[in-house]
């Protein structure tokens, strides 16, 4: 070979890797660049036939992404299995392989029809992989035996390409999953609506939620952490969001993470994520919840439950505003705003060894105190038409409550504070069949009667009822006063031998409106 034919080699290659980088780089967000490169290696390296198959895990299949000298009949015929034919040997092997002459080769496969002719077809099988080596596909193509300049250099050049274009093909995965995990994060966003957390939604105009209001408004120009100190149900989350989306941060992710729900060999992997090959099952990188709040609030409720050992990487974090992932050697940079929650007091988690005191200091540069329910009843009736609003915005109704109700719920403990009175006003909602809720919607008495234990009725205790008995006596057979309506139910079923249209009868309600009790209160239907 002349010295000028290499040196025009070298220049034409050259022009090629250019000219593929061009399209490379510019595909991230536009068409599928495939056939652009190999219109490219036809104009350059005079390729005859080619195509680019990329693996598909999920069918275990090789499929041609696009194809160049193959009409559509035979492209179509075009897929591979790992180790089937030169492309799936090389694709599962994660080698390349150049064929002088592909009449020569027995493992050919020849799902291509090619013109015969006198002239050698040479054969280039490139694996498609990243420069961590992970396999993406399959780059071939056949050119004349004479139109190979030289097989080392041209094997070193397609070599390069595949590189290239495994590294492309990386990219676009990682960028296709930050798309999507932006877009949950939008959906997330939107579906929390931010001006649900408003300071609409803490409800109270009693002399110590004042207060709260207070702190509240002082903390939204702050960085520093807050804790928050209430009895469970008081609303700790609702507060820590109000916080949030009121602050500066209110654009910047809001992540939760309850310290007592997630047991204790998984959290630390939870808050800080891990790196792959970090534990047994740890096949993936995964960031942790103080990677993902980045530039926004972690939560961390009921923060007296964190194991002490992970009591001091906190401490380091809130310190240093940095940390490494589980297995990782690299420091993490994090902007996250602390908001932490317990229902327990931490001084005393202190002297018993469970809690350190630095932690405890430094957590509560702020706290916000809530009260429980029982210390602030007059927010009570505030607090209910709050609930009934929602219920009525959800479903769609107009229901109102029986004003003389709220003296009698004012009575009540409500040991789930705000939680319990939630759940409470929720269930007379459905008990009422009218959209005025009295005090026979609810189940429990409004607190003055015990709920009774669940119980399931055995077979002896039926008394086998007599179907000519066709005049039951209502008035006898309402139990006392005294009983829930879920003990009234049991025994009318009792009376009536289980038989539900003469039990409602006998309650006074249609069959329909005691088969939604029966279900609510799951009681067991005995057959007889």
Request: net charge positive.
């Amino acid at each position: 070979m002349f010295y000028s034919d290499v040196l025009k080699f070298y220049k034409l290659a050259l022009e090629t890797v250019f000219q593929i980088g061009k399209i490379l780089s510019m595909s991230f967000y536009g068409s599928n660049p495939y056939e652009n490169i190999l219109n490219i290696l036809s104009d350059y390296l005079n390729v005859k036939r080619g195509m680019i198959l990329i693996y598909d895990k999920q069918s275990d299949y090789l499929f041609p992404k696009a194809a160049v000298g193959i009409d559509s009949l035979q492209y179509n015929k075009l897929f591979y299995r790992p180790k089937e034919g030169i492309v799936g040997r090389v694709f599962s092997m994660g080698v390349s392989m150049m064929i002088p002459d592909i009449d020569e080769e027995p493992n050919f496969l020849g799902k291509i029809e090619r013109e015969y002719n006198y002239e050698k077809t040479s054969f280039y099988a490139m694996t498609i992989k990243d420069s961590e080596n992970v396999k993406y596909g399959v780059l071939a193509i056949d050119k004349d035996a004479y139109d190979v300049v030289n097989v080392k250099t041209e094997f070193d050049l397609l070599s390069m390409i595949c590189i290239m274009l495994g590294n492309f093909i990386k990219q676009k995965i990682q960028i296709e999953e930050n798309i999507k995990t932006l877009e949950e994060k939008n959906l997330r966003l939107s579906a929390q609506i931010i001006t649900k957390y408003g300071f609409k939604e803490i409800v109270g105009k009693s002399k110590v939620m004042k207060n709260v209001f207070e702190k509240i408004h002082m903390l939204l120009k702050s960085k520093a952490p807050v804790l928050i100190i209430g009895e469970s149900g008081t609303g700790k989350e609702v507060v820590a969001k109000t916080i949030h989306y009121n602050s500066e941060r209110k654009n910047g992710p809001f992540i939760a993470i309850n310290c007592a729900a997630i047991p204790a060999e998984l959290i630390e992997s939870e808050i800080f994520g891990y790196e792959k090959g970090a534990f047994t099952g740890a096949v993936a990188q995964k960031k942790g919840k103080f990677e993902l709040a980045n530039g926004g609030t972690l939560f961390l409720d009921e923060i007296g439950d964190m194991p002490l050992g992970l009591q001091s990487k906190l401490l380091r974090i809130l310190q240093e505003k940095e940390f490494e992932r589980v297995g990782g050697t690299s420091t993490i940079k994090t902007d996250v705003r602390i908001i932490a929650a317990t229902n327990k007091n931490l001084l005393e988690e202190v002297h018993k060894g469970n809690f350190r005191l630095d932690l405890f200091y430094r957590l509560n540069v702020f706290n916000i105190i809530l009260p429980p329910l029982r210390d602030r009843k007059e927010d009570i009736p505030y607090l209910v038409e709050h609930i009934l609003k929602k219920l009525n915005n959800e479903y769609g109704l107009n229901k109102k409550i029986d004003k003389q109700i709220f003296a009698k719920l004012m009575n009540c403990d409500f040991p789930g504070n705000v939680r319990e009175l939630e759940n409470c006003i929720e269930r007379a909602y459905f008990n009422s069949p009218s959209n005025v809720i009295s005090y026979d919607d609810f189940s429990c008495n409004l607190c003055k009667i015990p709920m009774p234990k669940i119980e399931t009725c055995e077979l002896n205790d039926v008394k086998q009822f007599d179907n000519n008995d066709k005049n039951v006596d209502m008035k006898e057979n309402i139990s006392p006063e005294t009983y829930s309506e879920r003990d009234k139910i049991i025994e009318a079923l009792r009376k009536c031998g289980w038989v539900q249209a003469k039990a409602a009868r006998l309650l006074g309600v249609t069959v329909r409106q005691l088969n939604y009790r029966i279900k609510k209160y799951n009681i067991n239907i005995q057959k007889i």
